[in-house]
């Protein structure tokens, strides 16, 4: 079992940066790929970001390439998402998600996931 807390959310003003984090629980966190994704009122979840077991392979969409980063930290059993430049369509709330592949993840396949952080960015 896996439990996952995500933490960093809030309110910015658009062109705004933040770093979200994530920490899991146990000591099984280096076996997963970690994911980041979003999900706006009315809106299916989205995906934003993932990365492999060793941190060295990671994959997102054109919504925020460029923008956002995903890195992670075995040690500290922690995940992170910085995200520079936002937008106001980036509002949503994020959660963090472990899985067995960034393949999967990246169709949003998660095995364990988080509650959640908000960010809001006003425009």
């Given at each position: 079992q896996v439990q996952l807390v995500e933490s960093g959310g809030g309110l910015v003003q658009a062109g705004d940066s933040l770093r979200l984090s994530c920490t899991a629980s146990g000591r099984t966190f280096s076996s997963y790929a970690m994911g980041w994704f979003r999900q706006a009122p009315g809106k299916e979840r989205e995906f934003v970001a993932t990365i492999n077991r060793a941190?060295?392979?990671?994959?997102?969409?054109?919504?925020?390439?460029g923008r956002f980063t995903i890195s992670r930290d075995n040690?500290?059993?922690?995940?992170?998402?910085?995200?520079?430049?936002?937008?106001?369509e980036d509002t949503?709330?994020?959660s963090?998600?472990?899985g067995i592949s960034a393949a999967r993840?990246?169709?949003k396949s998660g095995d364990y996931w988080g509650q959640g952080t908000q960010v809001t960015v006003s425009s």
């Open positions: 941190g060295d392979y990671t994959v997102y969409p054109d919504s925020v390439k040690a500290k059993n922690t995940v992170y998402l910085q995200m520079n430049s936002l937008k106001p949503a709330v994020y963090c998600a472990a993840l990246r169709l």
